[in-house]
């Protein structure tokens, strides 16, 4: 739409001025002439809404992914070949539920082994209980027993922790989000086979300059976009902030916290667009950012003002009106409005296009892109340019024509 305007009000101005007609005047022979600025006044269509008063806020912005706070890579403890997987990407999974059985044959038939010596040595301290209790051997050999049946019993429970080992289970209740692991490979242990996230821990850690640790405080809104989930806006909040400043990038790390109804939409890893409102005003005077022009560190708008009864309207066809250059002091900004603190209220309507070619004072029309498409519709731009090129043809004819003193 900006575009379509500025195209408009282009071709509008061309034809109104002609490509800027001069006055020639001869200056002591045939072939000198002098060019005098004698351009009319112009009319310049421009664009104008008046101010709003709304709440308006200004943020900090950066980019994170979302991470689960609790997020969990499970490894098998022990060697072994893969013989089941029972879960996979994707799969919600309860704390202790198996994810991998590993084979455990020779494992199960060195525990029965190790069962049957311990019911052998169990056999022989409860007869060696007997004769010692009658006198009939010694404390010694009745100690020695004790001690060989319960080192037995310590060897089968610590054969029997090790076979749970060979059954891999979920260390935390969540979603299977990665697996590595196929039924036949041989399992290594302290390699990485699965990776379990709790969703209800998903967050976002953002990284916020400096300069802004008077203003950051617990418990901060901040506005949060997922690329994966369109233009759908996230509410979270600060839980924390890391006060320690990253020397490299000079920002601190802030901790933001989803609401709870949101998580379920969310996923790990998501690119994520964060705005941290840093500071909001309520019923502020806006105006559109392209209102606000910068000149020498100052910021101005023109304003629309009705002509003086002493100034006469260049085109009586249509109502016709004068731009004031005003300067003005800004406040918050957002992506669209600027805060303006002083030189305008409520009632004064500001140009938001067209104003680049504009001096104080300048005449103005207010109109708006499709009012001037509709007006320039049967003349195109090249129409336009022709009809500019024949008028200074003609002005410049009949100037040459003219000699002082005929």
């Not at 699965?194 to 203003?215: G, H, K, Q």
Request: charged share 30%; with cysteine.
């Amino acid at each position: 739409m900006h575009r379509y305007l500025t195209i408009a009000i282009a071709t509008t101005c061309l034809i109104a001025v002609g490509c800027g007609p001069t006055a020639l005047r001869a200056n002591g022979g045939a072939n000198t002439v002098e060019a005098t600025s004698q351009r009319p006044m112009t009319v310049v269509p421009v664009s104008a809404v008046l101010p709003v008063r709304e709440a308006i806020s200004e943020f900090a912005r950066t980019d994170s992914r979302i991470e689960a706070e609790n997020r969990v890579e499970v490894s098998s403890e022990v060697m072994g070949r893969c013989l089941k997987v029972k879960f996979e990407e994707g799969d919600h999974v309860k704390k202790g539920a198996v994810l991998v059985e590993l084979d455990k044959t020779e494992q199960l038939a060195q525990l029965r082994q190790q069962q049957a010596q311990e019911t052998n040595a169990k056999n022989d301290f409860e007869r060696m209980k007997q004769l010692f209790a009658k006198g009939l051997d010694s404390e010694q050999n009745y100690d020695s027993a004790l001690a060989t049946y319960r080192q037995q019993q310590e060897t089968v429970n610590q054969t029997r922790e090790q076979i749970l080992k060979y059954s891999i289970r979920a260390p935390i209740s969540g979603t299977i989000s990665m697996k590595d692991v196929q039924v036949g490979e041989i399992v290594s242990s302290g390699t990485p086979i699965f990776t379990v996230v709790d969703p209800s821990s998903y967050m976002l850690v953002v990284r916020i300059e400096e300069s802004e640790i008077p203003r950051l405080h617990e418990g901060q809104r901040a506005l949060v976009t997922v690329d994966a989930l369109g233009d759908e806006v996230f509410e979270t909040n600060v839980r924390r902030i890391n006060m320690s400043i990253d020397a490299d990038s000079g920002t601190v790390g802030v901790i933001l916290d989803f609401k709870k109804e949101d998580v379920p939409k969310l996923r790990e890893s998501a690119f994520a667009r964060v705005q941290m409102i840093m500071d909001t005003r309520e019923n502020a005077l806006l105006v559109p950012k392209e209102a606000v022009m910068e000149e020498n560190s100052r910021w101005y708008v023109f304003a629309v003002r009705d002509l003086s009864e002493d100034e006469t309207p260049v085109n009586a066809d249509k109502p016709e009106f004068k731009a004031v250059k005003i300067e003005v002091t800004t406040g918050l900004e957002n992506s669209d409005y600027t805060e303006v603190i002083e030189g305008i209220s409520d009632g004064d309507r500001v140009v938001t296009y067209g104003q680049q070619t504009l001096k104080s004072e300048s005449r103005i029309s207010v109109t708006t892109a499709e009012h001037e498409l509709e007006t320039a519709a049967a003349v195109t731009a090249e129409e336009a340019l022709e009809i500019a090129k024949a008028r200074k043809a003609r002005g410049t004819t009949n100037r040459n024509m003219f000699t002082p003193g005929k």
